[in-house]
């Protein structure tokens, strides 16, 4: 197959949907040779900032001079954003070679494998392909039952644990840090971001239990510039540093600094231009520190909003909390099957006290927004700032994915 036709294979998968369990990932591993076993993984979980500590262990482990490998989900526009090597996508060639050994090997299971499965899978074949040193492995959503828990790590990492998905993980903050906390393993140190006490409790009666040792961060990091925007990343950028110290891996602070100031990470608080941020945020903790970050640069200037949402998320209080730093917002529907419709956002919108609400689609919500004077901002979905960036950039509308 080309990588066309790998790619739409691919994406039918997601028809299977989401299926924690690990069986199928350790079985395609071993078709492929257990890549696993040839390569050192930095394991990361939690709720919000995983994407954003991966990205800044793989900086500075790329400035220290190491064969780095980058596994992070969803992408925004390319799918071959979520497996990288020394900051490089993975090649098209590469995917479709890596695709079509998976779906011959999994020919005729019973259980055929989901998409995150066969895409945690792929990354781990071409890490190993590529020699990578270190490999910085994120997980899709929870962490006992998570695809990415079929490997040992070097170092399990924490990030701060909220509400998101609870259909899958819990009720509660407790149930949910008891999920992200089956990346722990034994004699593998652990570094977790300060959290709730119900979070906290789970994690180290895991870690007790593992056993194995677990710290938390004490304090942000402020030795220099940072290149992501809000005080919140100054508390990944310290997990990510206490992360790479615990696996072992010493660098200079020259080079912390070097890494944490070069690097790219987009729809993060994502400036375009003096008047557009663009950010993933899309459960009520992320949300809470994207005001909080607004405000910071912005102070008490107010935002033309556009917004969407997936219906698992819990649109009504996200929109209560985006509600103090704007009056009005452009509900647009967010990509995929999953989205909520706009007119179920109107309802919301305008219980929450939004004084102009309007529907439209993605580009006449951009364009229409940009045309009046002050900040716009793009928020409630990571697959919405996808598809924003991807007409930013002019490129083919991104296709979604469940993970």
């Excluded at 709730?196 to 007790?208: F, K, P, Q, S």
């Excluded at 929450?352 to 002050?374: D, Q």
Aim: glycine share 8%; charged share 20%.
């Amino acid at each position: 197959m080309n990588y066309g036709d790998t790619l739409a294979w691919l994406f039918g998968r997601q028809t299977f949907g989401i299926k924690p369990g690990l069986e199928n990932t350790q079985r395609l591993l071993a078709a492929c040779g257990r890549p696993e076993d040839k390569l050192r993984f930095l394991h990361v979980a939690g709720t919000n900032g995983k994407g954003s500590t991966c990205v800044m262990m793989d900086s500075i482990l790329r400035a220290a001079g190491h064969r780095t490998a980058l596994y992070t989900s969803p992408h925004l526009v390319d799918f071959r954003e979520r497996i990288r090597v020394d900051g490089k996508m993975i090649p098209e060639s590469s995917v479709a070679e890596g695709l079509t050994l998976l779906r011959d090997a999994s020919d005729g299971w019973e259980q055929l494998p989901t998409f995150f499965e066969l895409a945690t899978v792929l990354a781990a074949w071409w890490f190993a392909k590529e020699a990578a040193e270190f490999v910085v492995w994120e997980t899709g959503m929870g962490g006992r039952m998570d695809a990415t828990n079929a490997v040992t790590p070097e170092v399990s990492v924490i990030t701060p644990i909220g509400m998101d998905h609870q259909m899958w993980l819990g009720k509660t903050l407790k149930e949910i840090a008891g999920e992200k906390a089956g990346i722990i393993k034994a004699g593998v140190p652990v570094v977790s971001a300060p959290q709730d006490a119900d979070a906290a409790d789970a994690l180290a009666a895991r870690a007790a239990a593992a056993p194995t040792m677990i710290t938390f961060v004490q304090r942000p990091w402020t030795d220099g510039p940072l290149a992501l925007t809000g005080a919140h990343q100054r508390w990944n950028a310290a997990l990510a540093c206490d992360a790479l110290r615990a696996a072992g891996i010493l660098v200079e602070k020259s080079i912390e600094l070097e890494g944490l100031h070069h690097l790219v990470w987009p729809a993060r608080f994502q400036r375009v231009g003096p008047d557009l941020v663009i950010d993933g945020a899309h459960n009520p903790e992320a949300v809470a520190t994207l005001v909080a970050t607004w405000r910071e640069v912005f102070g008490g200037t107010k935002t033309r909003l556009i917004f969407g949402a997936l219906r698992d998320k819990d649109a009504a209080l996200i929109l209560r909390l985006l509600r103090p730093i704007a009056d009005e917002v452009v509900l647009v529907p967010a990509p995929g099957p999953r989205g909520t419709p706009t007119a179920e956002l109107r309802l919301l919108a305008e219980a929450e006290g939004f004084r102009n609400v309007t529907e439209a689609e993605v580009p006449t919500a951009l364009i229409s927004a940009r045309r009046e004077e002050g900040p716009v901002l793009v928020a409630g979905s990571l697959f919405l700032a996808g598809e924003v960036l991807a007409l930013l950039e002019g490129a083919a509308k991104p296709l979604s994915s469940a993970q």
